[in-house]
């Protein structure tokens, strides 16, 4: 039994097809549709570049040609380890032999940020219903200049909407990618038009006649006829409180994805993993980690265990720049930086006591391939459970 309908939970599945399991694989999710590429969701999905339906990860008919049951619009509650069984809500329960947590990650929103009609983004209906807004209002305040607040600025720049992005550091992303390569993004987004306000912490929203009030802690106030809120996410884990499963930020897990209970493992954005490869525990929010942690973890239930360390990769699209980064760098010592034609078109080398650790590029997908190369992707550790 899989929990999640992400694509950590779909590479799961089919994985162990793959991978020759021919027992009952069943994916149960919250959401009621089957898994689909939830990284469109801030970017084609609200321009309308692309079509919701265009976005599943593969076809219904797939599944079941696979034999994988898809328990869609049913959320786990709990899981009772003792009787080998997932909570389901509506006091519903099912037998597993092995459990695979794929809950991913929901939107933070702190309580200065909460007023009806804010919107996160996150699902397939945040989309419509952020273009819903768009299409009938002529602005909108952004909070959150990170990568997911940085690609809805974008998108409703390019439909012509008048864009405030508030952000509360000193520059877009300056705390995970540095000053020069934050002050390129911020370059970028005044480049097209984005009212960007810096060292803007919002203090409280409210609404009147369908137009919002954003108060700012500098005493200013900023009207919009919609709000998105782009503060981070939190591992989706609440329900698994109780149930024996350890977590702290996340499921705990070793580096094969499994948790303290015996037959259950954990992948994607929800896993916290002890990494061999880099030492410490890691907690990646990224679509390939997910991917690669979903078939890695179905390699462990068939007993070809397989390490979830991979080199991170990670993209966004901003104002019809491709940006992406590879390497883990949670500190670093030296950059340096090849600008082509910068903000739009340059390279950021990542450097911690020589040894390069990171690369982050803009419209420069070869500087990224040379930097995997560079980097290495740790040899998965796969090896034949006795
Ligand atoms: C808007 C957006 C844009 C993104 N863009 C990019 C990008 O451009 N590049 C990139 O590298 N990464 C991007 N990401 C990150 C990437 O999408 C995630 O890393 C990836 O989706 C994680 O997959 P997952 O399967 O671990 O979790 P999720 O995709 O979060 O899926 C978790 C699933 O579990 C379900 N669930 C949760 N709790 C329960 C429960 N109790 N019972 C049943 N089901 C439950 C949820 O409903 C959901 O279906 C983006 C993320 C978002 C939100």
Redesign the pocket.
């Known amino acids: 039994v899989i929990?999640?309908?992400?694509?950590?939970?779909?590479e799961c599945a089919f994985e162990l097809r793959r991978q020759g399991f021919d027992g009952h694989v069943e994916i149960?999710?919250?959401?009621t549709v089957p898994?689909y590429?939830?990284?469109?969701?801030?970017?084609g999905l609200v321009t309308g570049e692309r079509r919701p339906d265009e976005a599943f990860l593969s076809p219904g008919a797939a599944y079941a040609d696979a034999g994988i049951r898809l328990t869609l619009g049913?959320?786990?509650?709990g899981i009772d380890v003792a009787r080998s069984e997932l909570l389901?809500e509506r006091s519903a329960s099912l037998a597993f032999d092995r459990l695979v947590i794929?809950?991913?990650?929901?939107?933070r929103l702190p309580a200065a940020l909460r007023a009806p009609g804010v919107l996160t983004?996150?699902?397939l209906g945040?989309?419509s219903r952020l273009r819903a807004v768009l299409s009938a209002g002529d602005d909108i305040a952004v909070i959150g200049a990170g990568?997911?607040g940085g690609?809805v600025a974008s998108a409703a720049a390019a439909l012509g909407k008048a864009v405030t992005l508030l952000e509360a550091a000193s520059a877009p992303l300056a705390h995970v990618l540095g000053d020069q390569v934050a002050a390129r993004m911020r370059a970028l987004h005044v480049s097209m038009g984005v009212d960007l306000r810096c060292g803007v912490a919002v203090r409280g929203i409210t609404r009147r006649d369908g137009r919002f009030s954003l108060s700012l802690a500098n005493g200013g106030t900023v009207e919009a006829a919609a709000v998105v809120a782009g503060v981070g996410?939190a591992p989706?884990v609440g329900?698994l409180e109780g149930s024996g499963v350890e977590c702290e930020d996340g499921v705990l897990t070793d580096s094969f994805g499994r948790t303290s209970v015996p037959g259950i493992l954990a992948?994607?954005?929800?896993?916290r993993w002890s990494s061999e490869h880099y030492g410490g525990r890691l907690r990646?929010?990224?679509?390939?980690?997910?991917?690669r942690?979903?078939a890695a973890v179905a390699s462990s239930v068939v007993g070809r265990e397989s390490s979830l360390d991979v080199v991170p990769?990670?993209?966004?699209?901003q104002h019809g720049v491709l940006h992406q980064w590879v390497g883990h760098a949670p500190a670093w010592d030296r950059v340096e930086i090849d600008d082509v034609d910068p903000p739009r078109t340059y390279v950021a080398r990542y450097f911690r006591q020589g040894s390069l650790v990171g690369v982050f590029a803009a419209g420069q997908p070869k500087a990224i391939a040379g930097g995997r190369r560079e980097l290495g992707y740790p040899v998965p550790q796969a090896r034949d459970a006795a």
């Open positions: 929990v999640g309908g992400g694509v950590a939970a779909h149960v999710s919250a959401e898994p590429d939830r990284t469109w969701v801030s970017k049913r959320r786990a509650v389901l794929c809950s991913g990650g929901e939107p983004i996150r699902e945040d989309a990568f997911i690609e996410m989706a329900w992948a994607g954005d929800c896993a990646i929010e990224h679509w390939d980690t997910a991917a942690h979903g990769f990670h993209w966004s699209e």
